[in-house]
Structure formats: C-alpha cells, structure tokens
C-alpha cells in the first residue's frame, strides 16, 4: 500500500481541532475512527494496529476518556482487523452495515441505521427510532399485494 495518503495536503482541515473536541465532549460520548482513515484491510498489520491503537491513545490524551468502541473506516474490515480491535482494549466495534442488532450480534460487526448526510430532523428521528423501517416494509408489503 502506498503511504501517499499520510502525506496528502489538503485545502480544507479534514478533522476536528482540539476546541471542537473539547466542545463535542462535554456533550456527548466521543470514540475512535483510525489516526488517518486508511482501508484497514489494505494495510500492512504493523500499520493497522497503529492506526487502531493509536486513535485509542490520541483521543484519551486529548479529551481524558479511553474511547470503548470503535467504527471501520468506511465499514472495510477483515477477521485481522477484528483482532486487532479486540486486542487494543476496545469492547465493540460498527459496520456499516444497515439493520438493527440483537442480544446475538457480534460486539465487533455492529450494524448501523443508516441516515442520509441531508436527513432533516423529521427523517432522522423516523430512521433512528425504527419507524421509517417498518413503514418501508409496509409498503413494500402493500405494493406486493397489489401487483398482478
């Protein structure tokens, strides 16, 4: 894997400063993401578990709480790197993979409810209480009834 994206300048700040931090964590539970966003699969190990150990490690120092979950850059992850978020100490860790989870669900494949970037208020408390779930298949079940 080429290192070019450690290097990449970018125009606009692509992470939040330590005041928005700061802010965002007085008011609610931050975790972690990686150091650089990288596709873990993609990575050499000793790389992976940098960026995963290392964002645990950053964010502690910067807001004083050990983050305890953890999401998948872009939802990529491999059996390897399950492991290697077990073995920093996190105690789950998101997909993004859409649904909803059960008793059952494996603490490391986490599904996720998935609200559009340009949600209003209405469509993301529809989404994020489940509703908007179970008007779809309403619907998909009527439309079903309906076709010849």
Known sequence: MSS???DTEYE???ALSLRQLEALAEASDLQSHTRNHPIL????STLASGEILGSADDLERLIGAR???FAYPNGDYSERDIELVRAAGYECAFTVEPGYN???TDHYRLKRV???DDAGETELVACASGAYA?????IRRVLRL???
């Open 134 to 138: 179970i008007l779809a298949r309403i």
């Open 41 to 44: 699969p993609s990575c050499p």
């Open 12 to 14: 606009d700040r692509q």
């Open 4 to 6: 070019d994206w450690q």
């Open 146 to 148: 309906q076709s010849p």
């Open 67 to 69: 983050p305890r979950g």
């Open 102 to 104: 059960s008793a059952d």
């Open 114 to 116: 998935l609200i559009a």
